[in-house]
């Protein structure tokens, strides 16, 4: 077949999909554009679609190269060379192309179209109008705008593994690196290379420099320089045009054909963390030379060249979104204009309007208003790397007031979002600079973190900061700080005759905050719900579903959430399923993470107990994949639980121990609150199965490994379930042996796992009070743990609560 495509140099890596894709659609349509950021790959995609259509186009496939064509009237006389047609001294070689083509079946390749884009748009469209037959697949950087063209946005490399395999990103990376005499492949390499294509954000151009730089660096010291990428990724092919030899050059020649305002767009965009809406640009780009009016047209110019994507939707709106490559290089062309600290400011000030806004709507309590409260909690929501960069710029520069307003306005969006590591590290930097800031404010802050401390399982930072806000509250007499942080103290068993949930209602009452009124009945149906009261809780539960009808929002769905879980508990997985459905459905508007964590978690368990094995661990391994990294430690340990209960099921006894340690010793370190409370039956309930298949001296040694797990291993191990540590068979497991308790102390032991308190235990065994304490504290010293929960375990792992 007649053709003049180079001979591909080296193996054509990943995109199989695409490939495949492209040459259907070069069949259904004329013209393709690819489009895409520079060194994404455009071309090789291109060349290898245009080899697999050879067979197809009979009459030739014609490669024509325009990165070295500087003048667009010399296009049409380019084509006519490559396509050997003869064109007289004064004849017009883009007739001459049409007539040399005429009905042939061929198709014509564009290769780097962006600087000639106009130019390339009019041959098109004349030559394609000239011959019927003919097809044109083009590359640029922004669409070529002719009629019948499909435009086609090539992605960067897929950084999910395959089967059998690694992800596209990184064979491409090995298979550069090998070719190039760099890194001997192992499989321990695969971690470290799939974090460096992902921090590569799988540009081919960009992982194909780092590879050859393993010649003279290691992968970790590749990783360790890309602060610099521009710097360290300059060895490209000498055969390239200049522009895509380094990633520096690639990235610069977009920048210079860009008009000066979308110059200034993209360097303002670089203040945004992780992406941004046509609002938000609107609010904090404006500058000389780029008015608010002009925002909209010069992003979409930017769009246009592939330098901005857009990137889904966030409440009914656009979300855009740049590749790091990118956005490094407009953050370099900002600092050299002076004008990045102006810049902060303003995206600083943007952050906090739209906060303020939200914040004033959510305030009115008004359930006519949740569509728009939804709308725009989604939208901050899906932006929340803004809010904390806005946070940190507030705190370094003391603008700490109004950085703590900004959490405040946001209180719901933060603790329903569920992203409580982050939203806690930058409460607790604001608040060690709340010297000046009003009583009430930070108040109001400290019981926000007080209720993160709670939906993060972390009992004691509840009371440590529910008690000082409850003291600033009431000297401010900011009743809602010392309302919120009072029903947080009662949800972990901290309260006294002053903090209690009657007095939290009564607060919340005459602040008019129903928000927090739901809240309080909230904990009063989940202490119902722990102490047995079904029915109670089921009532309360009740009870707000009725008051939060009107809304269908996140009150509601915690509600039905409550009742799942009573149906579980009673047995009734049938309506469990239908609670935990109806529930997603409510949170489909906005992304509640913690509650569609409790949701997936509460189906995964109502699979496991039906046999549905598969089911059970997709659904907790895409519970735990949401919880994990976020804070959400209280619902993660559950999961854990979740995953050890399936892993006994599956006969795995091994790995049910270690997760069902594992989760045993989080517990402790998060203080025991009221949502992971476990009873010992239960413990000991699920450790029987392994006890009669493994013994009780494996059991022991297997509990020991799994309580030494860190937080991230075990996650780990309960989704893949690897070993995660060398097995410690042979090193002594650190409990005390049966006979270093009395008789008596055997036996209080045993109580406490049966969840007895020391008054009760009086009262069983008929003692005083103070007997009993001092045989808890002799237990303490002679098992060397520090804590009830630590006795408890202990005695389930010998029995001792039977």
């Given at each position: 077949?007649?053709?003049?495509?180079?001979?591909?140099?080296?193996?054509?890596?990943?995109?199989?999909?695409?490939?495949?894709?492209?040459?259907?659609?070069?069949?259904?349509?004329?013209?393709?554009?690819?489009?895409?950021?520079?060194?994404?790959?455009?071309?090789?995609?291109?060349?290898?679609?245009?080899?697999?259509?050879?067979?197809?186009?009979?009459?030739?496939?014609?490669?024509?190269?325009?990165?070295?064509?500087?003048?667009?009237?010399?296009?049409?006389?380019?084509?006519?060379?490559?396509?050997?047609?003869?064109?007289?001294?004064?004849?017009?070689?883009?007739?001459?192309?049409?007539?040399?083509?005429?009905?042939?079946?061929?198709?014509?390749?564009?290769?780097?179209?962006?600087?000639?884009?106009?130019?390339?748009?009019?041959?098109?469209?004349?030559?394609?109008?000239?011959?019927?037959?003919?097809?044109?697949?083009?590359?640029?950087?922004?669409?070529?705008?002719?009629?019948?063209?499909?435009?086609?946005?090539?992605?960067?490399?897929?950084?999910?593994?395959?089967?059998?395999?690694?992800?596209?990103?990184?064979?491409?990376?090995?298979?550069?690196?090998?070719?190039?005499?760099?890194?001997?492949?192992?499989?321990?390499?695969?971690?470290?290379?799939?974090?460096?294509?992902?921090?590569?954000?799988?540009?081919?151009l960009a992982i194909e420099l780092a590879a050859a730089m393993t010649r003279v660096?290691?992968?970790?010291?590749?990783?360790?320089?890309?602060?610099?990428?521009?710097?360290?990724?300059?060895?490209?092919?000498?055969?390239?045009?200049?522009?895509?030899?380094?990633?520096?050059?690639?990235?610069?020649?977009?920048?210079?054909?860009?008009?000066?305002?979308?110059?200034?767009?993209?360097?303002?965009?670089?203040?945004?963390?992780?992406?941004?809406?046509?609002?938000?640009?609107?609010?904090?780009?404006?500058?000389?030379?780029?008015?608010?009016?002009?925002?909209?047209?010069?992003?979409?110019?930017?769009?246009?060249?592939?330098?901005?994507?857009?990137?889904?939707?966030?409440?009914?709106?656009?979300?855009?979104?740049?590749?790091?490559?990118?956005?490094?290089?407009?953050?370099?062309?900002?600092?050299?204009?002076?004008?990045?600290?102006?810049?902060?400011?303003?995206?600083?000030?943007?952050?906090?309007?739209?906060?303020?806004?939200?914040?004033?709507?959510?305030?009115?309590?008004?359930?006519?208003?949740?569509?728009?409260?939804?709308?725009?909690?989604?939208?901050?929501?899906?932006?929340?790397?803004?809010?904390?960069?806005?946070?940190?710029?507030?705190?370094?520069?003391?603008?700490?007031?109004?950085?703590?307003?900004?959490?405040?306005?946001?209180?719901?969006?933060?603790?329903?979002?569920?992203?409580?590591?982050?939203?806690?590290?930058?409460?607790?930097?604001?608040?060690?600079?709340?010297?000046?800031?009003?009583?009430?404010?930070?108040?109001?802050?400290?019981?926000?973190?007080?209720?993160?401390?709670?939906?993060?399982?972390?009992?004691?930072?509840?009371?440590?900061?529910?008690?000082?806000?409850?003291?600033?509250?009431?000297?401010?007499?900011?009743?809602?700080?010392?309302?919120?942080?009072?029903?947080?103290?009662?949800?972990?068993?901290?309260?006294?005759?002053?903090?209690?949930?009657?007095?939290?209602?009564?607060?919340?009452?005459?602040?008019?905050?129903?928000?927090?009124?739901?809240?309080?009945?909230?904990?009063?149906?989940?202490?119902?719900?722990?102490?047995?009261?079904?029915?109670?809780?089921?009532?309360?539960?009740?009870?707000?579903?009725?008051?939060?009808?009107?809304?269908?929002?996140?009150?509601m769905a915690l509600a039905v959430i409550g009742l799942a879980q009573i149906a579980?508990?009673?047995?009734?997985?049938?309506?469990?399923?239908?609670?935990?459905?109806?529930?997603?459905?409510?949170?489909?508007?906005?992304?509640?993470?913690?509650?569609?964590?409790?949701?997936?978690?509460?189906?995964?368990?109502?699979?496991?107990?039906?046999?549905?094995?598969?089911?059970?661990?997709?659904?907790?391994?895409?519970?735990?994949?949401?919880?994990?990294?976020?804070?959400?430690?209280?619902?993660?340990?559950?999961?854990?639980?979740?995953?050890?209960?399936?892993?006994?099921?599956?006969?795995?006894?091994?790995?049910?121990?270690?997760?069902?340690?594992?989760?045993?010793?989080?517990?402790?370190?998060?203080?025991?609150?009221?949502?992971?409370?476990?009873?010992?039956?239960?413990?000991?309930?699920?450790?029987?199965?392994?006890?009669?298949?493994?013994?009780?001296?494996?059991?022991?040694?297997?509990?020991?490994?799994?309580?030494?797990?860190?937080?991230?291993?075990?996650?780990?191990?309960?989704?893949?379930?690897?070993?995660?540590?060398?097995?410690?068979?042979?090193?002594?497991?650190?409990?005390?042996?049966?006979?270093?308790?009395?008789?008596?102390?055997?036996?209080?032991?045993?109580?406490?796992?049966?969840?007895?308190?020391?008054?009760?235990?009086?009262?069983e065994l008929v003692i005083s009070p103070a007997t009993v304490a001092r045989h808890?504290?002799?237990?303490?010293?002679?098992?060397?743990?520090?804590?009830?929960?630590?006795?408890?375990?202990?005695?389930?792992?010998?029995?001792?609560?039977?």
């Open positions: 077949m007649p053709t003049n495509l180079p001979t591909v140099p080296n193996a054509f890596i990943g995109r199989e999909s695409d490939l495949d894709e492209l040459l259907r659609l070069l069949m259904a349509v004329r013209v393709v554009t690819l489009c895409g950021t520079g060194g994404i790959g455009k071309t090789r995609l291109c060349l290898s679609v245009a080899h697999e259509a050879v067979e197809v186009f009979s009459d030739g496939v014609w490669l024509v190269e325009l990165a070295d064509l500087d003048c667009g009237d010399l296009l049409a006389q380019r084509v006519a060379a490559v396509l050997g047609v003869q064109v007289p001294p004064d004849g017009d070689p883009a007739q001459a192309v049409a007539t040399a083509v005429g009905g042939g079946k061929q198709l014509l390749v564009l290769d780097n179209c962006e600087h000639l884009i106009e130019d390339c748009a009019e041959l098109c469209t004349y030559l394609l109008g000239a011959c019927p037959d003919l097809r044109v697949m083009a590359t640029s950087r922004e669409p070529l705008r002719v009629l019948g063209e499909t435009v086609w946005r090539v992605p960067p490399l897929s950084l999910l593994p395959v089967a059998g395999g690694g992800s596209d990103a990184v064979r491409l990376f090995v298979d550069r690196s090998v070719a190039g005499g760099g890194l001997t492949w192992t499989a321990q390499d695969d971690a470290a290379v799939s974090a460096l294509c992902a921090e590569l954000e799988g540009i081919p660096l290691s992968v970790e010291q590749i990783r360790s320089r890309l602060s610099d990428r521009f710097k360290l990724l300059t060895s490209g092919s000498r055969s390239a045009p200049a522009r895509q030899r380094t990633l520096l050059a690639t990235v610069e020649w977009s920048y210079r054909m860009l008009s000066a305002p979308a110059q200034l767009l993209l360097q303002r965009l670089t203040a945004f963390r992780g992406g941004w809406t046509l609002e938000l640009a609107e609010l904090t780009c404006p500058c000389p030379g780029l008015a608010a009016d002009e925002v909209l047209a010069t992003m979409a110019e930017l769009v246009d060249k592939s330098l901005v994507l857009a990137d889904g939707e966030a409440g009914g709106e656009i979300r855009y979104r740049m590749l790091d490559t990118v956005r490094d290089y407009g953050r370099q062309r900002l600092q050299e204009s002076g004008d990045e600290e102006e810049l902060r400011q303003r995206h600083l000030e943007c952050v906090f309007l739209v906060s303020k806004r939200l914040g004033d709507l959510i305030a009115t309590c008004d359930r006519r208003h949740w569509p728009e409260i939804t709308r725009r909690a989604l939208v901050i929501d899906a932006m929340q790397p803004n809010l904390y960069a806005g946070l940190g710029y507030a705190r370094r520069t003391g603008q700490v007031e109004r950085g703590l307003r900004m959490c405040t306005d946001l209180q719901w969006v933060i603790i329903a979002g569920g992203r409580f590591d982050e939203a806690a590290r930058h409460i607790d930097e604001l608040l060690q600079d709340a010297d000046t800031v009003m009583p009430g404010q930070v108040a109001h802050a400290l019981a926000i973190r007080s209720v993160v401390c709670f939906f993060g399982g972390d009992a004691v930072g509840v009371v440590r900061h529910g008690r000082e806000a409850v003291r600033l509250g009431r000297a401010s007499g900011h009743l809602i700080s010392e309302a919120l942080a009072i029903i947080m103290m009662c949800a972990v068993g901290a309260g006294d005759e002053e903090i209690t949930l009657d007095r939290a209602a009564e607060l919340a009452g005459k602040a008019g905050d129903e928000y927090v009124r739901s809240l309080v009945t909230y904990i009063r149906a989940l202490h119902a719900q722990v102490a047995g009261q079904l029915r109670e809780s089921a009532r309360l539960y009740e009870q707000m579903i009725d008051s939060h009808r009107d809304a269908n929002d996140w009150g579980h508990s009673r047995g009734d997985l049938e309506a469990a399923a239908r609670h935990y459905q109806y529930a997603q459905e409510l949170l489909d508007p906005i992304d509640h993470r913690g509650e569609r964590i409790r949701c997936l978690t509460g189906l995964g368990r109502i699979a496991t107990e039906l046999g549905d094995f598969d089911t059970a661990r997709r659904r907790l391994a895409e519970s735990l994949a949401l919880s994990s990294g976020l804070g959400q430690r209280a619902v993660a340990v559950e999961l854990v639980d979740g995953f050890a209960d399936l892993a006994l099921r599956e006969g795995e006894h091994v790995r049910a121990v270690r997760l069902m340690a594992a989760a045993s010793a989080l517990r402790e370190r998060m203080g025991g609150a009221l949502l992971l409370s476990m009873s010992g039956a239960r413990i000991q309930e699920l450790l029987a199965p392994a006890r009669r298949a493994l013994g009780e001296t494996m059991v022991a040694q297997l509990w020991a490994e799994g309580r030494t797990l860190p937080w991230h291993q075990a996650i780990e191990y309960a989704v893949r379930g690897e070993p995660p540590v060398r097995p410690l068979l042979g090193i002594p497991v650190p409990v005390a042996p049966d006979g270093t308790l009395t008789e008596r102390e055997r036996e209080i032991a045993g109580l406490i796992a049966r969840g007895l308190s020391n008054r009760k235990l009086a009262e808890v504290s002799n237990i303490l010293a002679k098992l060397g743990f520090t804590s009830r929960t630590q006795v408890a375990t202990w005695a389930i792992e010998h029995g001792m609560n039977e």
